[in-house]
């Protein structure tokens, strides 16, 4: 069985920084893509970013240059660094495998909350 952990989130001030993390447990053995993803109240999921199995990212526009998402294979970890953070950066913050044709994993979300 597959599980998706979260942790990382937090309170940070405005400018600040946080690294998530992202911890798998059990095998998937075709995936397409690994990605974070974050949803306020009252709004739909959006991609913040994702890595393509093969090695190619992608970045919400919003997020470019701030954000850097990075795998570690071999601890089946998938990270988040999110540098000058911005209070419309507030969300739950959401880790997903998109499996070619099949079903997605999600983890249960952490909180990232930027305020002063």
């Known amino acids: 069985q597959v599980q998706l952990v979260e942790s990382g989130g937090g309170l940070v001030q405005p400018g600040g920084s946080l690294r998530l993390s992202c911890a798998q447990s059990?095998?998937?053995?075709?995936?397409?893509?690994w990605g974070w993803y974050r949803q306020t109240p009252g709004k739909r999921r959006e991609l913040v970013a994702r890595i393509i199995n093969g090695g190619s990212t992608n970045y919400a526009d919003s997020v470019k240059g701030r954000f850097t998402i990075s795998r570690d294979s071999a601890k089946n970890a998938l990270y988040l660094q999110m540098n000058n953070l911005k209070p419309e950066d507030t969300a739950v913050y959401y880790c997903?495998?998109?499996?070619?044709?099949?079903?997605?994993?999600w983890g249960q979300g952490t909180q990232v909350t930027v305020s002063s």
């Open positions: 059990g095998n998937i053995f075709s995936v397409y893509a």
């Open positions: 997903n495998i998109d499996q070619p044709g099949g079903v997605d994993f």
